[in-house]
């Protein structure tokens, strides 16, 4: 498995691969400039990278990315759900569904019980209240 610290430099890099090329464009085309050009350029990139690792580093060190974290979200069903297949609507997505409870038919109002992959397990909101 890949650190944290690798998965940083590498989606960084190539960001900072720009800032030398606005200087090479700075240098031909503005040379006179070049100077200043430096300074910001290295300012800006200290402050890139350190608001970066301060927003980023974080989510690659525990492995997890809670923006799919599913669990308890609400959706409809757009494609008749069963144990074997489905889709449901969640927000503008639409996801792979499996349902234990049944045949869901068509707008059915279901919660997200688990996630594997590109599939949820859900089951219909009716079913919570008991």
């Known amino acids: 498995m890949v650190s944290?610290?690798?998965k940083f430099i590498v989606i960084t890099v190539d960001e900072m691969i720009l800032v030398p090329l606005a200087w090479i464009l700075v240098y031909f085309f503005i040379p006179e400039l070049l100077v200043m050009a430096i300074v910001i350029g290295v300012v800006g990139s200290i402050a890139f990278i350190a608001i970066?690792?301060?927003?980023?580093?974080?989510?690659l060190q525990d492995g997890s990315y809670k923006l799919y974290d599913l669990k308890g979200v609400h959706g409809k069903v757009s494609e008749i759900v069963t144990s074997s297949s489905g889709k449901i609507?969640?927000?503008q997505e639409i996801w792979d569904?499996?349902?234990?409870?049944?045949e869901l038919a068509l707008g059915t109002e279901v919660t997200i019980e688990s996630r594997e992959s590109f599939t949820?397990?859900?089951a219909?909101?009716?079913a919570e209240k008991f």
């Open 52 to 59: 970066k690792y301060y927003l980023i580093y974080p989510v």
């Open 124 to 126: 219909p909101v009716l």
């Open 120 to 122: 949820v397990h859900v």
């Open 89 to 91: 609507k969640v927000g």
């Open 4 to 6: 944290a610290r690798i």
């Open 97 to 102: 569904a499996r349902s234990e409870y049944g």
